[in-house]
């Protein structure tokens, strides 16, 4: 393969898919292990499983990627450490895919000498922060899936020569922007930063009587577009989206976009390949800048799996197969938050338009009109060839893992120390008046009302959480006015926005909530980069917060109340209405405000670590964050506990 062909980069989430994408002629397949990855609820890989699996992928010359792509909590990092030196004893692997910059450190601790990969997650989405990431020693950069063809390419004008892109080619969408989703966390204590989302997103919300799944999204699939891709050199991978998918997906996925990539006169046969994956319904997103598809905009069913049919007579339940169905087909029965929901496996034949009865183990009745997914297929075909692998692998010698010396001592905890840090109280606002109860030192969203608000160097000066490439000019201009008039006082939510400013280390540049920094690691390794203080992500639970001040170098803030985002997107419903109450079946209202051009979804309740305070500022907090939105009229704000993660343990 020349430098000129992208590969194929195919998922893999438990043995068979790993084989299927072999199987498909994958040129590289990424999966994680059964910890510190971003789909913990796929099947996943011990040590043992990958060491022997990847030396069959480096007998058909497959590259091997592990995604290590969890936030890593302060109490985990030498567990973390533990994994990554058995892995580079062990395991015969290419590259490293992080979000978390603890995991640099970490992993040439451990001796790894390969490519680092930067996760979506990390959520590096404008051009001059290609530049920090190279820096840093990330060797590829994962670009977002909200991208269009023009944003791809602006971001490929300013790549550093030492530097790859990869895209996402094909997969599963989610509402909100990787990296910028606390739905899940929010609601349970499953993040999604740590691979655990429960995708509340996909349930149903009701808007003044329109009950829906506002926020479920049909896939996403590059297919013909491929082809514009593919005249980029720089961009030197593409991603297919599914670790929790099947064999056969991964199988059809992969046989379609090596068509599409290697012999597009074959796009009808590539075509009926994606067709037969058994995804959801596909969409091109924003790809076409000039025709945007709205992937909630939809009609159809946006469950996972090929659409089979829907349920008739409840009491003795059967569908009308609008496929033919195979025995030892997986059947998935409705939606994960549906009570019926279930699993079945076809056990006979039945053809197209034939009746297939359910079985009745389920404990609740099944309502008339229920989705049925096929979500696995065992053909013939792909059936012989997983075998034959996998008698290839049972034939290779198996690896014995041992203990490995861990030489990296970390720093023992310091006692907290007795300083007289001045405790320092900020008030985040939109910048539209003063917010109520201000109290001690301001901050604003310099993006409030298009940059346009003019810079007080008294102020806190917060960037957006998310800057895509044509809005970088327009920030990085407002920072250099604002620098001009006085300006010191700064907070960064994206690590990568340090590029912003042409000398750090003179001004007073704190890592903002958004940067999800959850480790003393990732905060001390910023400090040479001109990093003033970090403001802790809020996710986190009691014993991580109180851990984390005494082993950093630099100083810490915490949002202590307000207007936490459940999520932030690019997409709104058209079914949806801004500024309005929407509620779930289980109560919880929210509500979605419009900010530049990106939607935060917020919850009704805030976040209230305010009787936590005194615990905090004794563990070693100085810098204190109240976040305020404006509340919609006719959204009523409950009196509940906000809380978050305090008294779980951050899953």
């Not at 490929?156 to 599963?172: K, T, Y």
């Not at 297919?223 to 998918?245: F, M």
């Not at 160097?457 to 604002?482: G, H, M, Q, T, V």
């Amino acid at each position: 393969m020349n430098i000129t062909t992208p590969k194929i980069l195919a998922p893999a989430g438990d043995k068979n898919s790993f084989l299927a994408a072999i199987a498909a002629g994958a040129d590289a397949i990424y999966c994680g292990l059964k910890i510190f990855s971003a789909r913990m609820e796929a099947g996943n890989f011990s040590i043992e499983e990958l060491a022997t699996l990847t030396r069959l992928a480096k007998a058909k010359q497959v590259l091997v990627y592990i995604a290590f792509n969890s936030i890593i909590k302060e109490s985990e990092q030498e567990k973390a450490f533990r994994l990554l030196n058995k892995l580079c004893c062990f395991v015969d692997f290419d590259a490293l895919i992080i979000q978390d910059l603890a995991m640099i450190p970490l992993a040439r601790k451990a001796g790894f000498k390969r490519e680092i990969h930067l996760s979506t997650l990390a959520n590096c989405t404008f051009p001059s922060g290609l530049e920090t990431s190279a820096h840093l020693g990330f060797k590829k950069v994962v670009l977002p899936r909200e991208f269009t063809i023009d944003e791809i390419k602006t971001m490929v004008e300013h790549v550093p020569d030492n530097m790859e892109l990869e895209v996402f080619i094909h997969g599963a969408l989610c509402y909100s922007i990787s990296g910028r989703c606390y739905w899940s966390s929010w609601f349970g204590g499953k993040s999604a930063l740590r691979g655990r989302c429960v995708q509340p997103c996909r349930r149903m919300y009701e808007q003044k009587g329109n009950k829906k799944r506002h926020f479920s999204c049909m896939d996403f699939s590059a297919d013909v577009l491929v082809k514009v891709l593919k005249q980029i050199p720089q961009i030197t991978t593409w991603k297919i989206e599914g670790r929790k998918k099947s064999p056969h997906y991964v199988y059809y996925t992969v046989k379609a976009y090596k068509l599409l990539r290697d012999d597009p006169k074959e796009k009808k046969q590539a075509l009926s390949f994606l067709e037969y994956a058994m995804g959801r319904e596909f969409t091109h997103y924003n790809l076409l800048s000039q025709r945007i598809m709205n992937p909630l905009d939809h009609q159809s069913e946006t469950g996972s799996g090929l659409f089979a049919g829907r349920i008739q007579d409840p009491a003795s339940p059967y569908f009308n197969t609008r496929e033919a169905l195979f025995p030892s087909d997986l059947l998935r029965i409705g939606f994960e938050d549906d009570p019926f929901h279930d699993i079945q496996k076809v056990t006979r034949a039945v053809p197209k338009k034939g009746n297939f009865y359910l079985s009745k183990k389920s404990k609740h009745k099944i309502k008339k009109g229920t989705p049925v997914y096929i979500i696995d297929r065992r053909g013939a075909e792909l059936t012989t060839l997983l075998k034959d692998l996998d008698a290839e692998l049972q034939g290779l010698e198996k690896t014995s893992i041992r203990p490995v010396d861990n030489t990296f001592k970390f720093p023992s905890p310091r006692k907290p120390a007795k300083s007289t840090i001045r405790i320092k109280d900020i008030t985040l606002s939109r910048g539209g008046g003063q917010p109520p109860s201000t109290r001690g030192e301001t901050g604003v969203w310099i993006s409030s009302r298009g940059y346009s608000i003019p810079p007080n160097s008294k102020n806190w000066l917060w960037l957006d959480p998310l800057l895509f490439p044509d809005e970088e000019k327009k920030c990085s201009e407002y920072i250099a006015r604002a620098i001009k008039k006085g300006a010191k006082n700064f907070v960064v939510n994206a690590v990568w926005q340090l590029s912003l400013f042409k000398s750090p280390k003179q001004l007073n540049i704190w890592a903002g909530p958004f940067c999800n920094i959850t480790n003393s690691m990732t905060v001390n390794l910023l400090k040479p980069y001109g990093v003033s203080g970090a403001i802790v992500s809020p996710e986190l639970d009691q014993e991580t917060f109180c851990s984390m001040p005494r082993a950093c170098d630099l100083p810490l803030g915490v949002v202590i109340y307000g207007n936490w985002p459940l999520g932030i997107s690019r997409i709104i419903s058209n079914d949806l209405k801004p500024n309005q109450a929407f509620t779930s079946p289980k109560g919880e209202t929210a509500w979605i405000s419009k900010h530049n051009n990106n939607y935060f979804v917020f919850p009704n309740w805030y976040l209230d670590l305010t009787s936590k305070r005194e615990i905090l500022k004794k563990a070693g907090f100085s810098v204190f964050i109240t976040l305020h939105e404006n509340i919609p009229r006719g959204v009523n704000i409950k009196n509940r506990p906000g809380l978050w993660n305090w008294d779980l343990k951050l899953l």
